[in-house]
């Protein structure tokens, strides 16, 4: 067996997690994709549709297609931004908050059953190397350019 790298043990982890969410998904009538959209949407006031993208790491354009299909599905609304006569914030429906209640549960669960075989320690040094990984990314201290 090769060497497992950082890269392979996040892709393959994070790809195994994308699965079970939409196999569980399924069983609500929803995706992976529109159950974390539901759960970034502020479920009292609404979020600018502009901040969403960012905050989910998306990009405009997949961000539309999901907030295209889950407002057909009746999950949410789009209202003029009274702070911003040009923008849009995007509010949940009743609809919408049942399901963002449930793709809550089901992140929740998750996070339950990790809890349960993973000790506090281990978990700590999880995320203290998650956040070494995304600072140095953010600081731009893996590619380092120079010049010639």
């Given amino acids: 067996m090769k060497d497992l790298t950082i890269d392979y043990a996040l892709r393959a982890t994070w790809q195994a997690v994308i699965k079970m969410y939409n196999e569980e998904a399924k069983n609500y009538g929803v995706t992976m994709a529109i159950g974390f959209t539901l759960l970034s949407i502020d479920p009292k ?27 057909e599905r009746g999950y949410i609304q789009r209202k003029p931004n009274p702070n911003d006569g040009r923008g849009v914030l995007i509010h949940l429906t009743p609809l919408g908050l049942e399901k963002r209640k449930e793709s809550k549960d089901v992140v929740l669960r998750f996070n339950d059953v990790v809890k349960e075989h993973v000790s506090d320690g281990d978990l700590a040094g999880f995320f203290k190397t998650m956040e070494v990984i995304n600072k140095l990314i953010s600081d731009k201290k893996v590619y380092i350019k120079t010049t010639k």
Wanted: charged letters at 20%; hydrophobic letters at 35%.
């Fill in 45 to 71: 006031g609404g979020t600018p549709s502009t901040a969403l993208g960012p905050k989910m790491g998306m990009e405009a354009t997949s961000l539309s297609r999901i907030l295209k299909n889950i407002e």
